[in-house]
């Protein structure tokens, strides 16, 4: 349920409808907005009574059941998008952010390489994995905290922020104390344990689709985040697996607009796992600007014939450049569209 209280209702008038929720054995969730307060409301109980009984009350606006399953994360929670603020930059905003660097950190020469190159041509934010999940237990499975040290000192001296990846609940803590934003791989979209986890944390969250993940389940994962603490959540539509094998995985490129409908959260692209390919990266890339994406996460690196994973998927550092001058006119016209959109909504 989401109850909007009237406009400038005090402390005490929000404390009073607090407590009558509770009287029906509802919990409250979260309590947003400064001058109008909405009160999200979950558990199991006589709903019709009690929404009739909170609509009496004087201070209600209006008492809604929101009927999709995952709720804090719905439009209908939710009207305006969310904005996540990460080191000075704004991801759902009026800023088109692309995040890119290599797939795995591999040494101090290749991160600095790759970070001062991507921060060169424009990108926000510094990706690169210290914590690999790969198929194969032979394949190259991270420099963990090493590489987690290599990512802090990209950016100290770039300024570029930190994405990278986590795999386990018991790593929350210390991959939070280098990221500014926490990846949660497609294989572990529905992590439980690590998603809860990643909810008592105050890092923002960039949670991948699933590879045979719908985009209900996907918003169900991230629901799982938002219920347990933390409202700071990116989606990303990386691919799903189809009988196509040319590409890595099938780019479900209408599930960005979809998304877009269906939650207020932000939406970003990887059209580096979507496709497998570097040819198919910028291509894919101008799509997804052109169909309201928030954002790109790119896999960038600096030698990709050397990388340890993901070469054949990666951009070099002058492609990389290349790509970003390419969509600059695309962007200009997000950004239209953008401004656009903002004042249709007011
Ligand atoms: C990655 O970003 O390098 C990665 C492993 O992505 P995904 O979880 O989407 O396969
Ligand atoms: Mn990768």
């Not at 190159?117 to 690999?132: N, S």
């Amino acid at each position: 349920m989401i109850i909007s209280m009237k406009l400038h209702s005090t402390r005490q008038e929000i404390e009073q409808v607090c407590e009558r929720i509770r009287d029906f054995g509802y919990k409250i969730h979260a309590i947003e907005g400064e001058e109008r307060v909405v009160i999200g409301v979950v558990g199991v109980g006589d709903v019709t009574q009690c929404l009739e009984s909170i609509e009496a009350m004087p201070q209600v606006e209006s008492a809604v059941r929101i009927s999709a399953p995952y709720k804090f994360v719905s439009r209908e929670f939710r009207h305006e998008k969310s904005q996540i603020r990460v080191n000075g930059h704004e991801i759902g905003g009026d800023q088109f952010i692309v995040m890119a660097g290599p797939c795995s950190v591999e040494s101090e020469k290749q991160i600095m390489q790759a970070a001062e190159g991507v921060a060169k041509a424009g990108a926000h934010l510094l990706r690169g994995g210290a914590f690999k999940p790969r198929t194969s237990p032979y394949d190259f499975q991270g420099l963990e905290t090493e590489g987690l040290k290599l990512l802090a000192q990209a950016k100290r001296e770039t300024g570029l922020g930190i994405i990278t990846e986590v795999m386990s609940d018991r790593d929350v803590d210390l991959v939070s104390e280098y990221a500014d934003v926490l990846q949660i791989g497609a294989r572990n979209m529905q992590n439980f344990a690590l998603l809860k986890a990643l909810g008592r944390s105050s890092r923002a969250v960039l949670l991948k689709r699933g590879m045979s993940s719908t985009i209900k389940e996907l918003l169900m994962s991230a629901e799982y985040v938002v219920a347990h603490g933390n409202p700071n959540v990116i989606l990303c539509e990386r691919g799903i697996r189809t009988f196509e094998t040319y590409t890595r995985n099938t780019c479900d490129i209408a599930a960005i607009p979809a998304l877009g409908e269906l939650t207020h959260l932000p939406v970003i692209l990887d059209p580096s796992h979507a496709t497998g390919r570097r040819s198919l990266i910028a291509p894919l890339s101008r799509a997804g600007v052109a169909i309201g994406a928030d954002g790109l996460i790119v896999e960038v690196h600096p030698a990709p014939e050397k990388a340890m994973s993901d070469g054949a998927q990666s951009l070099n550092l002058i492609q990389f450049q290349q790509m970003m001058n390419d969509l600059e006119p695309y962007i200009q016209l997000w950004k239209h569209s953008r401004v656009t959109e903002a004042v249709a909504a007011v």
